[in-house]
């Protein structure tokens, strides 16, 4: 693992609402109950972006869908404020608001991310099945830790910052929202400075829950039924989360060893999400 100081990217989640239901999304938006979804506020949206003002690297706006935000024309006003426009990252899918937020996203965003998430990328998008967790599928304790240890999600992607605290990956935060959990880091100026050691609490609680760091097949934006392992699968039924039913999950029992691992790793690059089918 990597210090989060040493991370591309930090993200600030200003709300978790989608109006997409993709499978394997890592925000488990298709999962989320009524109750979980959040808009942050302006004050979170600016003490977040205080936090992250010196942290080196991007500060990304993401969601859910960030311009579904409210208030999201004033949250470009608090970016513009406080982080640079080459340092400002924007994740967005589109939608009706783009056309009337165009000018604005361009006059604050250094960085875009747009992606339509349409019927063409459906059909070629591949995404890791996040739902087969590692601590189901490998036994093994030494691989599982050296899986996490290890895993591309926390050396790739970004730590992030939800109305429930700062998290060292994205992934756990959408968990501890998704399991109400306990919350993250409190959103002081130095919680980015946190080395491996020093996020080990949301480590041991999150990552054995999660299966991106599992070497396997990915599969099509356009799926409809996730693969869950059962123990994931059960606890997700515990919180009454939606889409749980038969209709909608297939549950599988994949177990793992060192050699099996060792194969399915060739190849694999679960980072790639645009390769061409073969």
């Not at 200003?14 to 999962?31: F, G, K």
């Not at 996490?148 to 700062?166: E, L, Y």
């Not at 399991?179 to 400075?193: F, I, N, R, S």
């Not at 599988?252 to 999400?273: A, F, H, I, M, S």
Request: glycine share 6%; net charge neutral; proline share 6%.
């Amino acid at each position: 693992m990597i210090a989060i100081r040493d991370t591309w990217c930090a993200h600030v989640e200003v709300t978790n609402r989608c109006p997409r239901n993709c499978a394997y999304c890592t925000r488990y938006t298709r999962h989320l109950r009524s109750d979980q979804l959040f808009d942050l506020s302006l004050e979170q949206v600016e003490q977040a972006l205080i936090s992250l003002k010196n942290k080196p690297g991007l500060v990304g706006i993401m969601g859910g869908e960030p311009i579904r935000h409210p208030r999201f024309a004033e949250i470009c006003g608090l970016v513009q404020r406080w982080i640079p426009k080459e340092r400002a990252h924007l994740w967005t899918s589109g939608g009706p608001q783009w056309e009337g937020l165009r000018n604005i996203v361009r006059q604050t965003f250094g960085h875009l991310a747009y992606n339509e998430h349409n019927a063409s990328q459906s059909q070629i998008c591949l995404h890791q099945p996040l739902t087969v967790a590692v601590g189901e599928v490998v036994a093994d304790e030494q691989l599982r830790k050296e899986l996490i240890d290890d895993c591309w999600v926390q050396r790739h992607w970004c730590p992030s910052i939800t109305h429930k605290g700062a998290f060292f990956c994205e992934v756990a935060a959408a968990l501890d929202t998704l399991l109400d959990g306990p919350g993250g880091y409190p959103v002081d100026p130095d919680w980015w400075e946190r080395k491996p050691a020093d996020f080990q609490d949301q480590v041991e609680r999150y990552c054995h829950l999660c299966g991106m760091c599992v070497p396997q097949p990915r599969e099509l934006l356009a799926v409809k039924r996730e693969r869950f392992t059962p123990k994931l699968l059960a606890l997700f039924r515990e919180k009454r989360l939606l889409r749980t039913g038969d209709d909608h999950v297939e549950t599988v029992d994949l177990k793992l060893d060192r050699e099996q691992v060792t194969k399915l790793r060739q190849g694999w690059e679960p980072w790639n999400y645009r390769q061409d089918l073969k």
